[in-house]
């Protein structure tokens, strides 16, 4: 790869290839305690324990990486420390010596045990933990190990506190309120309450026992409260609980330090203190991506793969088709155009075939006749997705899901269709059980309200009451995706089939699908996409890129061979650009009238304008030339089932060449690589992992739940023989896994991001997603609530060179007063219904509400970003669309930047040259030798970065697209007799459960039907 001098070019600070060893001074969102007897401070920078000198210095460290703590609390005699640890996948509470000897675990076990807290007398630790099913304040007693229950009502508890004589304990209950216990009486009593939007952390008493000092959140401003009277207004007070030097003073953290104020005084003072972290830059020999090789490859991209009911044809969904199989014969395309199709579904007697499409306008459900080719809409519902489709076992009806995860059927004589169950996040493909009662699906049941992930179970559906009951595939693991992973009913109703832990299960079941017995693994291979054969002899599955066979009491498994192969789209031979004016992503100047001259996928030259070039023309002389954008973070296949054929042109209409996806289901994202690359699938190129690897626990679909090395071992086989273009690790992945996933990675050429900075930084990981995010601590130690970084976050950032994709939510925020794309003809063209009215939505919401507080947190979010990238960071553009806005959000990122401090000069080399160059491709540069990606645009975005919008016409590996012909299938209504009025019936709502309930983090609520979930991504 051609060498560029990225953020160099612009910033003034400068890289180095060598490992650093950084002294930090401040740090983000961290807790200090100070030991009783006034000699020591404990503080969690970065997860580390550490203790220093109470009148500061030099932090010692004592606890590794690994360990991953936080919030940590003396005994009373200052002998020992406890704290929650995330070492083993879950939090558990764990004590160690202020020497650093004695480290020892107190709890264990599939529950989170977190802020532990020592009791007056030393006997007790209190702490908080889910094992009811709710968070409650939990006891263990020091001397025998005994766990018991202090408090347990409706509401998620937490961050709990003794009083200075050990009687008295108080909790935050839903982040709005403290209650307190009396340990003797048991009585409850309410005493701080503040309203809904406000956000309360971490009690504690004044040490005379007669009132509580709190942590308060609201209206952009982080306060230190006492009762109702702030104690500390004027300083960004981190969410932890003060500590008591004695009766008047107490030691806080806020802005970015450790200070003491006393409660009747009105000066502070700072403890300074400093604290030595290492970070090593990624080194290894990057695996490089192949679009230009003319010769066949086999398709690997096989998505949702279904076995007739006799057992002898296979369908199945590739290269931007559906294909029907006889098993050693070659696969047949049901469709050859150019529209979405997912998702296939045998009828029970195997001669329709049921798959989604959205030939009709609109992604809906049609049916083929096998036997005359003839093809039938049979939805038409036209502000929802129909997807993921199931015959009833007589044939009479189909079950499917909308893009929101509701549960519906429709009748295929009539078209008439009926909600069945309300929407849960993200469920799986619905299966019938024989006598059509129930339906079957995997969906997300969390461990509490207060934080959303959990497990995927078997969500039981009955048809009859329209009640919806939660059985566990096996007990206290995952079924492995919410997608094609399972359940599948048998078609004799005697057994279900999934798969858990990355291999094959079947367990017995009763009519109505609840589990008898124990369930029974089949394969100890990789597995995914179970189905089962009519006769329930069989099961079909995917296994790293090939279909399997296998007998349903287990037996060796047998290779179906798929005889399809594609090759890589060619483009023209010559193409000449004619650019009255050029940006070629990395200078500040602008060249006039040149030729950029294409051969085949790259740039051959660019010179000056001459009228005799030969080569097919495109004149853009009236307008200006630059790199086509790219978007480093996307969950393309994530809604893509919603946005079907639109996407693609969604994003190339507003010159977005190049999109990155940190997860995606893995067999859909390398059929929607292999689609775009072969050119079946219209859309940008497109690098991407599979399933994110998870920990125990988790929320998303499209991500891989992981509980042994043994199981890791295979998660990171499939990313291997799929050949990902990058591996991410996600929220609840333990630092140990983490890190071998990297080494792993790293020795395969592929790159690694996940949400955390450090310790990845400290063994070599590649990038960071989002300012902040989701953190399974419930706040982010990258960013404060107020969007704010300290030293241990951009010093970090550019001694590493990690790259970090902001990924500014908070842009919605321009829409106050910036509405262009809102309705813009492209945008209203190419996004779904249901898409275009949350995108109007979200306008009309920040046009009637003060958007201050969110204005305040952006601004400091750039800043951050800013700094960073001036003194020669990493800080590429990224948006976590389709959930925030498929190409509309990353203009408004854009525009955000630009707003708060970046040039839009400065804006825009985030999205092109060193997004390209992060991505280690001949991307984002206009000069010889790169990829012939190119955005023909009115105006000048290097001036107004709004013109970065007015796109007129883009290349793709030199392949060109006008916009006019991006739109042109969205433009015509579909032919009358192609379409159908489809009647619907609504059941009454549904019983409340888990799925459906409200998640907290860090004050704000996540819902899992609000595009606040974007926040995890």
Sequence with gaps: MTSLAGPSAVATGTRTDADGDLRLGTGTTFAARISPDGRWIALDLLGVLWVMPASGGQARRLTSDLFDIAQPDWSPDSSRLVFQSYRDGVFDLWTVRPDGSGLRQLTEGPYDHREPRWSPDGHTILFSGDASGSYAIHTYDVDSGRVGALTDGPGQEYEPAWSPDGNRVAFVVDNTRIDVVDRTTGRRSTHVTVPAGQVIHQPEWTPDGTGLVHHLTYDGRCHLMRGDTPLVDDQETFPFRVSWLDGERFLYTADGRIHVRSLTGSGTRTIGFSAAVTTRRPRYTRRRSDFESTGPRPVRGIGSPVLSPDGEHIAFRALNDIYVMRIGRAPQPLTRDHWWTCDPAWSPDGKRLAYSTDRGGTLDLWIRDLDTGRDRQLTDLGTRAAVSAAWSPDGKEIAFLDQDGALWTADVASGDVRRVFTATFEPGRPTWSPDGRTIALAAVKPYSARFREGLSQILLVDRTTGQGRYVEAVAGRSIQTRGDDGPVWSPDGRRMAFAVASVLYTVDVAEDGTPVGEPRQITGEVTDAPSWSGDSRHLLYLNNGRLRLVPADGGRPRTVAVPLTWTAVRPPARTVVHAGRMWDGVRREIRRDVDIVVEGHRIRSVEPHDDRRAGQRIDARDRLVMPGLI??????????????????????????????????????????????????????????????????????????????????????????????????????????????????????????????????????????????????????????????????????FV????????????????????????????????????????????????????????????????????????????????????????????????????????????????????AGETLHEDLGRIAPGMYADLAVVDGDPLTDIKDAANVAQVLVSGIAHTVESLLQPFSETPPADSRKTAGSSVLPPVPDHPANRKFWWHGHQYVETARHACCSG
């Design 631 to 796: 978007d480093m973070h996307h969950h393309r296949e994530m809604q893509g089932y919603a946005y079907g054929d639109r996407q693609g042109r969604l994003w190339l209409s507003l010159g977005v060449t190049t999109t990155r996806s940190p997860g995606s289901p893995a067999y859909h994202m390398v059929e929607e690589r292999e689609a775009t690359r072969s050119g079946a699938r219209i859309g940008p190129r497109y690098f991407a992992t599979g399933e994110a690897i998870d920990g125990p626990r988790i929320y998303y679909n499209f991500m891989r739940p992981t509980f042994t090395d043994a199981q890791l071992k295979l998660e990171l086989e499939r990313a291997k023989s799929l050949e990902y273009d990058l591996m991410k690790c996600y929220v609840r992945l333990p630092v140990m896994w983490h890190k071998r996933v990297v080494a792993f990675a790293h020795d395969a050429g592929i790159p690694v991001t996940s949400h955390y900075h450090y310790p990845a930084m400290a063994f070599g990981g590649d990038a960071m997603e989002h300012t902040g995010a989701t953190n399974r601590f419930g706040y982010s130690r990258t960013v404060t609530p107020l969007g704010t970084g300290y030293s241990d976050i951009t010093d970090l």
């Design 799 to 914: 001694a590493s060179d990690m790259a970090r994709t902001p990924t500014l939510f908070g842009s919605t925020t321009l829409y106050r007063e910036d509405r262009s794309l809102v309705e813009d003809h492209r945008v209203r063209t190419l996004n779904p219904p249901w898409r275009m009215a949350a995108l109007r939505e979200s306008a009309d919401a920040a046009a009637r509400t003060d958007q201050t507080a969110r204005r305040a947190n952006l601004r400091a979010q750039v800043r951050q970003a800013l700094d960073i990238f001036r003194r020669g960071g990493r800080i590429v553009l990224g948006t976590d669309a389709p959930i925030d806005h498929a190409a509309v959000s990353l203009h408004m990122n854009l525009r955000a930047m630009v707003t708060y401090g970046f040039t839009p000069y400065e804006a825009l080399v985030t999205a092109t040259s060193l």
